[in-house]
């Protein structure tokens, strides 16, 4: 979570590590290339160029960071998109909301459950699922500030 106040949650989803671990394989599979095609094995060097063509790809598909912004004030959930391919932002109504669950046990994602509108549907924060505690703790602060009260107001009325 990057902002948690009552009139806004930001949520976001970066793939650092898969990221990170792509991108080595890349290079590491360009040097192996570069360094058959200067040894002359023209054939492991193409085989090398090819998998790392297919790596490249596999970055430019599965790299996507979303961010997720619900506004109490605006009434509005927005969804932010980046990735190799572009940018894309797709706003829901707040109020079609019902609730988030977590999908899975042990790799598990956190999913959005639209119950009204043209959104209706589940809709997962994440392209994929991931370990560790993370889907857990962003379903239960989205759930939390859904039911959160308004404020109250600390000035008494004026005559």
Request: hydrophobic share 45%; net charge positive.
């Amino acid at each position: 979570m990057t902002r948690n106040t009552h009139a806004q949650l930001i949520v976001e989803d970066r793939p650092v590590l898969i990221t990170v671990l792509i991108a080595g394989f890349l290079l590491g599979t360009l040097s192996i290339a570069v360094l058959s095609l200067f040894a002359g094995a023209l054939l492991p060097a193409f085989f090398f160029a090819l998998f790392a063509g297919g790596l490249a790809l596999l970055m430019r598909l599965a790299v996507r960071r979303v961010q997720i912004i619900f506004d109490r004030t605006a009434g509005t959930i927005t969804e932010r998109t980046r990735g190799f391919e572009g940018y894309r932002e797709v706003i829901y109504p707040l109020g079609e909301l019902s609730h988030a669950f977590k999908e899975g046990y042990d790799s598990a994602r956190c999913v959005l459950v639209f119950h009204k509108g043209m959104s209706q549907g589940h809709r997962p924060i994440a392209q994929y699922s991931s370990g560790g505690l993370a889907p857990q703790r962003v379903t239960d602060a989205i759930n939390t500030w859904l039911k959160a009260p308004a404020p109250v107001d600390s000035e008494p009325p004026k005559a």
